[in-house]
Each structure stands twice: as C-alpha cells, then as structure tokens.
C-alpha cells in the first residue's frame, strides 16, 4: 500500500509510524485509518521490527476523527459501520501486535487520537501534550476503545470525569493518574523515545509479546484462569532461543544477546 497521509519507516529494529496531515492536528480521514492499520499490520508481519512508535508530525498527536470530512458525508451515515470498519480494526489491530508499540506523544491526543494513543503499551508525553475525550462536545459517547482502555490505566471515576467535561489533561497529570509512563521535555521528545525504541528492539521480542497478550486477556479471565494462561504462555516462552541466551548470559556473567525468538 502507497501511504499518502503516514509516513512509515523502518531501521534498527524499529518501526516508525507517524501520522502526517498537521494542517488538521493529524485529524484521521479514512484514508489515514486505513493506512495506519495497514503499517501496524506490516510491522506485525516483519520479523526485522521488534518495536513500533507511533508520533504525530507538526504540534498535534491526533486531533480524532475530521469531522469536516465526516460531515461531506450527509446525515444519514452509520457512525456504527464507520466505527467497525475503520477505527476498531485499527484498534484491534494494535492490541493484537505481539511487540511492543510506543506512543510518543508529542501534542494533544483528542477524540479517536486519544483512543489510538491509550491503545499503545506505553506512552512517552512531551511536557505540551494533553489528553482530551471530545466526544461529549458532539454529543457522543467515547469510542475507539476508550470505554474498555481509559477505566481500566486511570480507574473509572477519572475516566468518566474525562468524558463528560471534554477538559484537556495536560501529560504531568496524565501521568499521575496512569495514562503517561514519562514526561519529557519536548525538544527531548525525539531522542528519549528513539533510546526507548532502540533498548526494546534488542529485548526478548517474543516474550514482550506473550506478555502483552497475558496481561491484556487476563483483564477477561477469573484468577484461576489467568493462572493457568500464564503457564501455558510461560511454556512456550520457556521453549524460546531468548530464554536460553538469557540463562546462559546471566551465568557467564555478560549482557544477553537477544534474538527476538
Ligand atoms: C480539525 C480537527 C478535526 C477537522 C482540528 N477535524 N479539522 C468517530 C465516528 C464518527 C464521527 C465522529 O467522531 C468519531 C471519533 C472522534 O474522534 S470524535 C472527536 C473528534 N475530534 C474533536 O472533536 C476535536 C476537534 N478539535 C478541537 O477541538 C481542537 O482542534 C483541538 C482542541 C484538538 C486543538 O485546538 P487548537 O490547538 O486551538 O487547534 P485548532 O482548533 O485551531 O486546529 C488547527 C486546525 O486543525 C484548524 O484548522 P484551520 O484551517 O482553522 O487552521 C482546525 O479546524 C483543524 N482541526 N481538529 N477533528
């Protein structure tokens, strides 16, 4: 696919998606949601990638869905279909990639662009960004994963306090309340997250990926199911090349030299 609306690249390891329509705050057309679920999915696919960013160009993270383009569309659309056709497969998509994918938020992440930021494993803010749950201002609910995401990282008071005031929540708060893992300096924002990117590129790709899946199903599962997904998934990454190297590095006293499988 010819992206005209990201722009995705790919060396050392990483994989680097960033939305790219700036005049809109990288507001998402269906253009931009399809090729944005497209390069999560090559990125899946390439085994040279073992860490994904996603950033947004110019001083927006994402601004949600554009609602000019939206409203091209005439009454009588299907929110519904949109939503399951466009921005849920994206979700999904970014929930079921088995590496690990970094926000680097470099601005406001507003509607759906707060959804496709809460949907990375973990955020890193520039101290400018901000968080914000548009949707009540249209008179919408919170879409894109938000009311299955957003309880769950900050605790559902805060969630729905952010749903229903559509405030911004600048990153320093965000951070308190557990939707942002670092707050950066926003001229640092490039490099701390390139130094983040490259150390998880050279991890144990495999069971970075077990454990993602571990942790996000066992959100679904009574304790003792999640006990026992854990020894099954522990199984397969106990069988893995990383594991080895891992024990045998611990014992010769050096740093190990992942493979990624
Ligand atoms: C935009 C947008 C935008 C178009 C800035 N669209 N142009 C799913 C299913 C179906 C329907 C509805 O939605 C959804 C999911 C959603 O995402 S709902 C939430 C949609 N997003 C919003 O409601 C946020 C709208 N944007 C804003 O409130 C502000 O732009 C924020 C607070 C994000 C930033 O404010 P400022 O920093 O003051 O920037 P600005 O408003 O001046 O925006 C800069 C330009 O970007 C401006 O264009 P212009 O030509 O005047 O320079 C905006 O019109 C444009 N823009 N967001 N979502």
Same mark, same amino acid.
């Given at each position: 696919?010819t992206?005209e ?14 939305l790219? !329509?700036?005049?809109?705050?990288? +507001?998402?057309?269906?253009? *931009?949601?399809? =090729? ?20 947004? *160009? #110019?001083?927006?993270?994402?601004? #949600? ?14 929110i ?18 088995e ?7 470099? #601005? ?8 496709? +930021? ?29 009311? @299955? ?11 729905y ?10 990153a320093?708060? +965000?951070?308190? @309340?557990?939707?942002?893992n ?16 490259? !150390? ?6 495999? +069971? ?6 571990? *942790?996000?199903?066992? @959100? =679904? *599962?009574?304790?003792? =199911? ?10 397969v ?16 006293k050096r740093?190990?030299?992942?493979? #990624? !499988?």
């Amino acid at each position: 696919m010819t992206y005209e609306t990201i722009l995705y690249d790919v060396s050392d390891g990483v994989g680097r998606i960033t939305l790219n !329509r700036p005049a809109k705050l990288n +507001a998402f057309n269906d253009r *931009m949601i399809a =090729e944005t679920t497209d390069a999560f999915r090559s990125a899946g696919r390439e085994t040279a990638v073992r860490c994904v960013v996603i950033t947004g *160009m #110019g001083r927006g993270f994402s601004s #949600g869905q554009d609602l000019a383009d939206f409203r091209e569309r005439g009454e009588n659309v299907s929110i519904g279909e949109h939503l399951r056709h466009g921005y849920h497969r994206l979700i999904r998509q970014m929930l079921a990639l088995e590496k690990p994918i970094i926000g680097s938020i470099n #601005g406001i992440a507003a509607g759906a662009g707060c959804g496709v +930021a809460l949907a990375a494993d973990i955020r890193i803010a520039a101290d400018t960004a901000s968080f914000m749950l548009a949707f009540s201002r249209l008179g919408l609910i919170p879409d894109s994963g938000l009311n @299955w995401l957003l309880p769950r990282l900050i605790g559902y008071a805060r969630a729905y306090e952010m749903a229903i005031t559509a405030d911004r929540v600048p990153a320093r708060q +965000a951070q308190e @309340w557990g939707m942002v893992n670092r707050v950066v300096p926003a001229d640092q924002l490039f490099e701390i997250t390139a130094a983040w990117a490259r !150390r998880l590129a050279d991890g144990p790709t495999l +069971a970075y990926g077990l454990t993602k899946r571990a *942790m996000i199903r066992s @959100w =679904e *599962m009574t304790p003792g =199911e999640a006990l026992g997904y854990e020894a099954h998934l522990q199984e397969v990454a106990g069988r893995s090349e990383d594991n080895r190297e891992g024990i045998i590095a611990f014992l010769e006293k050096r740093e190990a030299r992942f493979s #990624g !499988r």
